[in-house]
């Protein structure tokens, strides 16, 4: 009876004991070896932002899609002058800021906007549109609250993917290519 028992008793403890084991990883495919199907896709244009907080309090929100420039030339094929752009890809770029403010000296109330850019040859305008909740292509200029025009800069870099960055200055930077726009962001006093 012991027997039966201490061989019950041993059969319970190594079965509990091979429950706990925890499960083998999975091998994984060396990354050389993995084929086209294996690999991650990419995003054509990514969702990519800019968030900073000012010297003078101000919150600024960006968020775009991060177009490719994959061999096109802005100016021919893409972002052509004279004719409204929706400043990145896909959904309207956003922008945001929480307190009242002034782009390059002009007032802003605080709130979220779509931004457009008009590209011209010397100089482009930026428009922050009070309708952000939209598809990129769909503008109502009734709906345009303020246009800034600014220079146009040639960058020494050039950037294959759209970047919009802001900084605790107020300055925003939009760069593509070696083409780049920039405006300066200050809290309305």
């Not at 061989?7 to 999975?26: D, E, N, R, V």
């Not at 769909?138 to 345009?144: A, I, L, M, S, V």
Request: proline share 6%; net charge positive.
């Amino acid at each position: 009876m012991k027997n039966i028992t201490f061989l019950i008793s041993f059969l319970l403890l190594c079965t509990f004991g091979y429950a706990q084991k925890p499960p083998m990883p999975k091998a994984t495919m060396p990354a050389a070896k993995m084929t086209k199907a294996d690999k991650p896709k990419q995003v054509a244009s990514p969702l990519d932002s800019s968030t900073v907080t000012t010297s003078d309090g101000v919150t600024i929100n960006i968020r775009y899609g991060s177009p490719s420039l994959k061999g096109r030339e802005i100016g021919v094929d893409l972002v052509k002058p004279g004719e409204r752009w929706r400043t990145g890809a896909n959904e309207t770029t956003t922008i945001e800021f929480d307190k009242n403010v002034t782009v390059n000296g002009q007032k802003l109330p605080a709130g979220k906007y779509g931004l457009n850019t008009i590209p011209g040859e010397q100089s482009s305008t930026l428009i922050f549109n009070k309708n952000w909740q939209q598809w990129g292509t769909k503008f109502e200029e009734k709906d345009d609250v303020l246009k800034v025009e600014v220079p146009n800069e040639t960058t020494i870099e050039s950037l294959e993917r759209l970047k919009i960055t802001a900084d605790q200055t107020g300055k925003i930077h939009l760069g593509w290519g070696n083409y780049g726009l920039s405006m300066d962001v200050k809290a309305d006093q």
